[in-house]
């Protein structure tokens, strides 16, 4: 229904009148808790190194200067709070809806989704950090927010978003299960990078990760970073998506 593939035709069109929503015009990040250290990469504690490499991975030099540039990861985005509350307003919707395992366009397998233009107060304010932390004035953020949720046995296929209704920019929060997201190089797919994605953290993935690399979430039988099995269960995502650029 929602999400923003390259090659789903309904989608492209579901998405045209999101396109005629409110511009927002805020001022830059106030969001301050973390310290941004390796570009790209954001720690609350400082310790650089040990962040990157417990979230990120890349195959080669060329992918780790790509993550480096274009992911940036908050941890901890979502104090637990904060997830039950997301938590509480989405599921009533969702469970009404049933997984679908047949999707047309074959891009996204034991799923469902919605999107959502109001909220609540309390994730008003969560969805407006998120904003001020992924998009900077002038760039508007499309005014619904995608919720995809996969079943244990779900998983999302390498895609790239669609370049027609969606911008420059994609910002995800994960609930519930941890999973890894598989970047890989459209042009040479031996290139790849993996960003371990834990539940109430902020992935941002912006220019080059989000147009010249395919992502994709793996399914739970492959789903690994660096070499240790990251089990998967239900996990719902969150994501707000720029504009195109007018
Ligand atoms: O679940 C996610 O974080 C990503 C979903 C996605 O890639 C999409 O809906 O286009
Ligand atoms: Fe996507």
Same mark, same amino acid.
């Given at each position: 229904?929602?999400?923003?593939?390259?090659?789903?035709?309904?989608?492209?069109?579901?998405?045209?009148?999101?396109?005629?929503?409110?511009?927002?015009?805020?001022?830059?990040?106030?969001?301050?808790?973390? #310290?941004?250290? *390796?570009?790209?990469?954001? &720690?609350?504690?400082?310790?650089? &190194?040990?962040?990157?490499?417990?979230?990120?991975? %890349? #195959?080669?030099?060329?992918?780790?200067?790509?993550?480096?540039?274009?992911?940036?990861?908050?941890?901890?985005?979502? #104090?637990?709070?904060?997830?039950?509350?997301?938590? %509480?307003?989405?599921?009533?919707?969702? *469970?009404?809806?049933?997984?679908?395992?047949?999707?047309?366009?074959?891009?996204?397998?034991?799923?469902?989704?919605?999107?959502?233009?109001?909220?609540?107060?309390?994730?008003?304010?969560?969805?407006?950090?998120?904003?001020?932390? %992924?998009?900077?004035?002038?760039?508007?953020?499309?005014?619904?927010?995608?919720?995809?949720?996969?079943?244990?046995?779900?998983?999302? *296929?390498?895609?790239?978003?669609?370049?027609?209704?969606?911008?420059?920019?994609?910002?995800?929060?994960?609930?519930?299960?941890?999973?890894?997201?598989?970047?890989?190089?459209?042009?040479?797919?031996? *290139?790849?990078?993996?960003?371990?994605?834990?539940?109430? #953290?902020?992935?941002?993935?912006?220019?080059?990760?989000?147009?010249?690399?395919?992502?994709?979430?793996?399914?739970?039988?492959?789903?690994?970073?660096?070499?240790? &099995?990251?089990?998967?269960?239900?996990?719902? &995502?969150?994501?707000?998506?720029?504009?195109?650029?007018?």
């Amino acid at each position: 229904m929602t999400s923003c593939l390259t090659f789903s035709i309904p989608k492209l069109m579901y998405f045209t009148p999101v396109l005629l929503g409110a511009i927002r015009n805020r001022p830059l990040p106030a969001f301050t808790s973390n #310290s941004l250290c *390796k570009r790209g990469t954001v &720690s609350m504690n400082g310790d650089c &190194s040990k962040w990157w490499e417990r979230l990120l991975s %890349a #195959s080669d030099p060329d992918t780790e200067k790509l993550l480096q540039d274009n992911v940036e990861i908050h941890e901890d985005f979502l #104090s637990l709070e904060e997830h039950e509350s997301l938590l %509480a307003e989405i599921e009533p919707y969702l *469970k009404r809806l049933r997984y679908e395992y047949d999707h047309w366009d074959d891009a996204i397998h034991g799923y469902r989704e919605t999107e959502r233009k109001q909220w609540n107060d309390s994730n008003t304010k969560i969805l407006d950090r998120v904003k001020s932390v %992924a998009f900077q004035p002038p760039e508007a953020p499309l005014p619904f927010v995608h919720v995809l949720d996969i079943n244990k046995d779900g998983y999302i *296929k390498p895609h790239v978003d669609s370049v027609r209704f969606c911008g420059r920019t994609i910002a995800g929060l994960s609930l519930l299960s941890e999973s890894v997201m598989r970047l890989v190089c459209e042009k040479d797919k031996s *290139k790849s990078g993996d960003i371990l994605l834990l539940p109430r #953290s902020l992935y941002i993935l912006r220019d080059q990760a989000r147009f010249d690399y395919t992502h994709e979430v793996l399914p739970d039988k492959t789903s690994m970073f660096k070499g240790k &099995s990251i089990p998967r269960s239900r996990r719902i &995502s969150v994501i707000s998506r720029l504009e195109v650029k007018q």
